[in-house]
């Protein structure tokens, strides 16, 4: 694959911290590579920038630099397009952002100039938040729906059904349906299973239920899931995306999740591991 036509995006926590995306700039600007600058991050780096759509359309490649929440807000955005992902660190974990940004010019000259790479699909989440049948909002997410009650310290009652039979009720703090990306996030820290990220299948995890014996649930990719919230007096709810936008879940309300026909596409280097990240991210010996 030849990439011609390579974006760049990704906002610095500290806005003076631009240091990899000039390294990256001019790398790519000496080998006469054609750059598309994200419009939010344009403004920073004093360049002229393009919005998504037009990136989508002429992008063959997009570097995201930052942490997984600047992956997860590109990659929502961009999955309507056939542009592979690659994300260089600058956060902290970093399940998705696996170039190291002391190594990027070796790893960019593997990825450009020996075609030492390959490309994983990832598949998201659509979920709507349905009333009396109509559809309130659509929404899509790389790694994870929370449906939770807003306030804090506050438990939630709701039932689950799963293609269309009912699965469970429960009072918990809220609940988690994860993608095999999303069970290494916000799945994994409420105690639930790491999923290999080529699993068709997702991961229903329960936060701090109020029963011993509830247990983080595997289902498969193509289930539906759906969650109603038993409302009680002066409760209110939301359905959260990403751990990035959340939107009001009230009386009578569904929420429905299901796979979606979107899909992205990153880019690893062909010495990529999943096990080996694994292993560098949480610790594990080896």
């Not at 630099?65 to 929502?76: E, S, T, V």
Request: proline letters at 4%; charged letters at 20%; glycine letters at 6%.
């Amino acid at each position: 694959m030849i990439f011609n036509t390579v974006a760049i995006a990704g906002i610095p926590r500290e806005q003076n911290n631009l240091k990899t995306h000039w390294v990256v700039y001019h790398w790519l600007l000496a080998r006469g590579v054609k750059i598309l600058i994200e419009e939010h991050l344009a403004p920073l780096m004093k360049l002229s920038g393009s919005p998504l759509d037009t990136i989508g359309k002429k992008a063959d490649l997009m570097i995201v630099i930052g942490g997984d929440g600047n992956m997860l807000g590109i990659a929502r955005s961009i999955c309507h397009y056939d542009v592979p992902l690659i994300g260089i660190n600058r956060g902290n974990l970093g399940f998705l952002t696996e170039i190291s940004p002391q190594t990027v010019l070796e790893q960019l000259y593997q990825i450009f100039d020996r075609n030492d790479y390959f490309l994983e699909e990832r598949f998201l989440l659509n979920s709507k938040i349905e009333s009396a049948g109509k559809i309130l909002s659509e929404h899509l997410a790389l790694n994870e729906v929370v449906i939770e009650c807003e306030k804090s310290a506050k438990m939630m009652d709701f039932e689950v059904f799963v293609d269309g039979k009912f699965a469970f009720s429960q009072k918990s703090d809220g609940l988690i349906i994860a993608t095999p990306t999303g069970s290494s996030a916000y799945a994994l820290s409420a105690g639930g299973p790491l999923l290999m990220p080529s699993m068709n299948a997702l991961v229903l995890v329960s936060m701090h239920p109020h029963s011993l014996s509830s247990r983080p649930l595997v289902i498969d990719g193509d289930s539906e899931v759906v969650v109603r919230p038993m409302v009680q007096k002066e409760q209110h709810f939301k359905a959260i995306y990403d751990s990035q936008n959340g939107f009001d879940v009230t009386q009578n309300d569904r929420v429905i999740i299901k796979k979606s026909q979107e899909r992205i596409k990153i880019l690893h280097l062909n010495e990529y591991s999943y096990f080996k990240t694994l292993q560098s991210k949480l610790g594990w010996q080896f």
